[in-house]
């Protein structure tokens, strides 16, 4: 890897050769994969971009992969960034766009984390990967896995809803579902792992998958003509995600594609949020209830909050939890406006994002990309339960015209 120089313990500072199987630090720290900004900046320019494919590799300058590996087959990244302007002017902002990342090939934002970690596990020879997730790290590592040919043991807590969990049986992966909590999960997946030796696409034990991760960062910038927003928010469980965006965009930072960094916006869930509760309290997380329709951010004990926290912190970023019924509301505001199905976690983003416009914290003169994060049709139950169910009547005219006025419908 022409570009990586090694990885590097974010804890105690050791260096480690960035070979394809590496975990975390003999001190337990989680490493951060370092680069030679100085060599890429010689190379790379934004002109190499043109011609590329609209893949999350076409950055592979950014990313810890050797030269002569393909990547995986599904086709990952480069989803829609939208002007999201009707949305944007009813929350009173001056700009919004919404990056739709549940337009991924297993619908969700997981895809990058996966392929990059199937591309890895190729690269250490590995046939066998292995993952605890909350589901969508989950479908996604089956799903690219199945396509490159390896074979998966996926461990998941058994709320995890029943359209990743269809995901994953069709995607043939061996699926366990874990009758307790994500941390009771992760912890089986660990004994299991160390037992059998399977590659390890765990959330923040392996420090390539937030390089995946980072491209949704790296994107952004491009479709925005690297003209940096204000603001970028998303939702944060383990904190692999908001710590690969800020990667990213450091990384372009770096390597001077833009001149300035967006604050973070972290949106969790009221009812789940150890790292931003830690942010607030500006003292350590510590473990907190799984209380949370959110299911993918329903993180109790976050796996990268180090990283996490300093991504929060660095970026003078703004932390905002939010309560279910205002996910809820998220999800069909985004579906109204924006024509955007996202699940829970997926459009809790947008939901902190309207809070803080409600608040008036965020307005008229702010710029933001509010990022999606997975698809609506992963969990239909909690959409139906957000948006309602439909007029249900027999075929019958008469009918229509009655259940239309008890409606109250107007029809146009
Ligand atoms: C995993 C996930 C997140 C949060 O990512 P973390 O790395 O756990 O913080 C947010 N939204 C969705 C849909 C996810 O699947
Ligand atoms: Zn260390």
Known sequence: MKYVKYGQCIKCGKTHEATANLTTCDCDGILDIIYDYEAIKADFTKKDLHHRPRTMWRYKELLPVEDTTTPPPLRVGWSPLYEADRLGAQLGLGKLWVKDDGQNPTASLKDRASA????????????????????????????????????????????????????????????????????????????????????????????????????????????????????????????????????????????????????????????????????????????????????????????????????????????????????????????????????????TGAAGVKKLCDAGILGENDTVVSVVTGNGLKDVANAIAACGEPISIPSDMEQLLSAFAEHNIVVD
Not at 129 to 153: E, M, Q, R, W
Not at 160 to 187: C, H, N, R, W
């Open 116 to 347: 990059m970690a199937v591309a890895k596990a190729t690269e250490a020879g590995a046939k066998v990967i292995a993952c605890s997730s909350t589901g969508n790290a989950a479908s996604s590592l089956a799903g690219n896995a199945a396509a490159a040919g390896l074979k998966t043991y996926i461990f998941v807590p058994s709320r995890a809803p029943k359209g990743k969990v269809a995901q994953l049986m069709t995607f043939g992966a061996t699926v366990i579902s874990v009758q307790g909590s994500y941390e009771d999960t992760f912890e089986l997946s660990k004994a299991a792992i160390d037992k059998w030796g399977w590659y390890n696409r765990n959330a923040a034990i392996n420090p390539y998958l937030s390089e995946g991760k980072k491209t949704v960062g790296l994107e952004i910038m491009e479709q925005l003509g690297w003209e940096v927003p204000d603001y970028i928010a998303i939702s944060v469980g383990d904190g692999c995600t908001i710590a690969g965006l800020w990667k990213g965009l450091k990384d372009l930072y770096a390597i001077g594609f833009i001149d300035k960094l967006p604050r973070l916006i972290s949106a969790q869930a009221e009812g789940c949020c150890p790292l931003n509760r830690a942010i607030e309290s500006g003292e350590d997380w510590y473990p907190m209830e799984e209380n949370t329709i959110a299911d993918s951010i329903a993180v109790g004990v976050p796996r990268n909050a180090e990283k996490a926290l300093m991504a929060i912190r660095e970026s003078n970023g703004i932390v905002v939890n939010v309560t279910d019924a205002e996910i809820m509301a998220a999800q069909k505001l985004l579906g109204q406006t924006c024509g955007v199905f996202g699940e829970p976690a997926g459009v």
